[in-house]
């Protein structure tokens, strides 16, 4: 009998053993999931690896003193260490990479560091005197392309009446939206953003009016210490569909062209629009897991400021967290200012305020104030060029 009750005894004790080690491991791959969507996942790569010196150790556990169980403490040690090692290197890896990695302007929160009656708000702003502001019965309704956003916040918190912003960006006056359809719908009364949201073919142009506000471009950078100053148009357009794939020809050293294709679709749409360039062949992006890619989506690779990088983005998110790079020409026309405002840089692009025809008093009203010494200057301080008589 007390034989009996001892087997048993070992055997619940071997099955609760079991189930806390089932346990422990459906608790780590459930844990690992969710750090994967958040965390690289090679740190996790590197990390699992501490559950298969775990079984290795609790199997060598069960079985009895000798060779056998001091080869599975010997094997489950070699795994650890291994382990632990690869966990170290992969975190410095990580660790290294968003150092050196550059994200452009973030719009993903809500707007929320652009948002106009803000004081810790990033946009424009001017000590100069006011105009009378809107009131919010005569406000006009503004809505812009919301890469465009910061700078329509400036003008709204310049001159519209106070009002409260939601986690869109938006009131009752106020819409970031990339569709200037609005304007037909009488939805909206003023559209802020590129001249290219005019090819929409859903938009009406017989029945707006157009004026060009400001002037912006898409712009190449790479690393600092990178000896390539300017490429041609035909060279770029090379580059970007893979046709060259070293710096060595354009000038530069033995050193393979990374290219990064950017967070958003603006920069890379225009781009493509400009070189007539119907794909580009570069870092696209990654899988946040490499095998079981089954339910994790792929996104943009961010620039990385690492030599031989090559990234683009429009002229006004350039700031300075792009410090410890530079600014590529393009046939030999730098893009700064000038060449930006002359159009002798070929990526340069207007943006437009458009509104429908037989404008109201406070749509002119709104545009003279944007086109004003004050206006223009919060157009510059927002990082566009502002346009001259």
Not at 62 to 82: E, M
Not at 123 to 131: F, L, N, V, Y
Not at 284 to 295: A, K
Request: with cysteine.
């Amino acid at each position: 009998m007390i034989k009996i009750t001892c087997v048993i005894k070992k055997i619940f004790s071997s099955v609760a053993k079991t189930l806390l080690i089932m346990f422990m491991i459906t608790l780590y791959a459930v844990t690992a999931y969710l750090l994967m969507l958040i965390v690289d996942w090679r740190i996790i790569a590197a990390t699992s690896l501490f559950v298969p010196a775990m079984l290795i150790f609790l199997i060598g556990w069960y079985l009895p003193d000798g060779k056998a169980q001091k080869w599975f403490t010997r094997i489950s040690a070699a795994v650890t260490v291994i382990a632990l090692f690869g966990t170290i290197v992969m975190t410095g890896i990580s660790i290294y990479e968003n150092a050196v990695t550059i994200h452009e302007r973030d719009l993903s929160d809500g707007f929320g560091l652009y948002r106009p009656f803000d004081d810790n708000s990033l946009i424009a702003r001017t000590d100069k005197e006011m105009p009378a502001r809107f009131s919010l019965a005569d406000a006009p309704r503004l809505q812009a392309k919301h890469e465009y956003y910061p700078l329509v916040s400036a003008f709204v918190n310049a001159i519209y009446p106070e009002s409260e912003i939601n986690d869109y960006g938006a009131c009752d006056y106020l819409k970031a939206n990339d569709n200037p359809c609005l304007i037909n719908e009488d939805k909206s009364d003023v559209f802020i953003g590129p001249e290219e949201v005019t090819e929409n073919e859903l938009f009406d142009e017989s029945l707006a009016e157009s004026t060009v506000i400001a002037k912006d471009a898409v712009v190449l950078y790479t690393h600092e210490s990178n000896p390539v100053k300017t490429v041609s148009t035909d060279q770029l357009k090379k580059i970007l569909t893979g046709k060259i794939t070293n710096w060595k020809d354009v000038g530069g050293r033995d050193m393979k062209i990374k290219l990064y294709t950017g967070e958003h679709g603006l920069a890379n749409y225009l781009l493509k629009e400009y070189l007539d360039c119907p794909t580009i062949d570069g870092e696209i992006g990654i899988r946040t897991l490499i095998i079981l890619h089954y339910g994790f989506q792929t996104y943009c690779l961010p620039y990385r400021n690492v030599k031989g990088a090559l990234g683009f983005a429009l002229k006004s998110e350039i700031d300075k967290n792009y410090e410890n790079t530079h600014l590529i020409a393009i046939d030999g026309a730098f893009p700064d200012n000038a060449n930006i405002a002359a159009e002798t840089y070929p990526l340069s692009y207007d943006i437009l305020a458009i509104t429908r025809k037989n404008r109201s008093e406070n749509e002119k009203r709104l545009i003279d104030f944007i086109l004003s010494d004050v206006g223009r200057e919060l157009t510059e301080k927002s990082g566009l060029v502002p346009v001259t008589d």
